[in-house]
């Protein structure tokens, strides 16, 4: 009888490959935060080389994150230890492009763009923070990720020759909606954990949703009477909605995608609002 080992049926490989995990990021909602607002700049300024080596870099740094979150142990020792290698070259690359179109599309774009990149890129660094103390899933963490990943429009925006208003009013509202809708979430899941014992956050959702509608509405009214408010309106309601219904949870990752599609009618009114 031969000793030489069996090898692995092609069945096997193909479903270890199958099943080998994907390290890109996982949660849609924070992809529709990145994304969306970056649509709208680029639909609103147009196109340009600066604009969009920055949105590769800009995509490029948020995929490095899960590689971050798993290499920390943040998606749990044992896929640390299996995925390290992995994940070392995902962040690697990641930050390599990151650095490399981010960077070049800084060198090409005007000194103005230099100015309003500041902003995210802190907000970025202090999300690596909250990642790295545990802390990226409270309340706290996922406001700096929305306006963090919200505000990556902004030098996209003005690189693409948006005006720097026009790129700040899409800031604000989406800023202002992703907060609504966090809270709003956060608030329906506290509620379906606790099958609506806790009223108070059931309460304070609702307070804040409009609190923040109201606010970001009043913010910008004096330049734009009603695409801040009416921008605003999609996710704002769905929010509401969410605070006073929350839904069964089952049915959190269709709500995830609901948020999604507001915030692209969000887009819309943006973009097709006066200038």
């Not at 919200?150 to 604000?172: F, K, N, R």
């Not at 408010?229 to 605070?243: C, D, E, K, M, N």
């Amino acid at each position: 009888m031969s000793n030489a080992p069996i090898p692995p049926s092609p069945h096997a490989q193909d479903l270890s490959r199958a099943t080998k995990r994907s390290l890109l990021p996982r949660e849609h909602g924070a992809w529709g935060q990145l994304l969306v607002p970056i649509a709208t700049a680029l639909l609103i300024g147009g196109p340009s080389i600066a604009a969009l080596a920055l949105v590769v870099g800009g995509v490029a740094a948020f995929v490095a994150h899960e590689p971050l979150l798993i290499l920390a142990g943040l998606r749990g020792e044992r896929l640390a230890q299996q995925e390290r290698p992995r994940a070392w070259r995902y962040l690697t690359g990641a930050v390599a492009i990151a650095a490399a179109l981010g960077g070049g599309g800084l060198v090409v774009a005007a000194r103005e763009v230099w100015i309003w990149a500041v902003p995210p890129c802190v907000l970025g660094l202090v999300l690596i923070g909250f990642v790295l103390l545990r802390a990226e899933k409270t309340l706290a963490g996922e406001l700096v990720a929305a306006f963090a990943l919200s505000g990556a429009a902004v030098p996209i925006g003005v690189a693409a020759g948006q005006a720097v208003p026009d790129a700040l009013l899409c800031w604000t509202v989406f800023g202002t909606a992703f907060v609504v809708a966090t809270v709003s979430v956060r608030s329906a899941i506290v509620l379906v954990m606790t099958r609506g014992r806790v009223r108070l956050g059931h309460f304070a959702a609702a307070v804040s949703i409009l609190a923040t509608f109201g606010a970001g509405g009043l913010a910008v009214a004096r330049e734009v009477p009603w695409v801040a408010p009416v921008g605003l309106l999609p996710v704002s309601s769905l929010s509401l909605w969410l605070a006073l219904w929350p839904p069964k949870p089952r049915r959190l990752k269709a709500v995830g995608w609901a948020l999604v599609a507001a915030s692209v009618m969000t887009a819309l009114v943006l973009w097709l609002g006066p200038r």
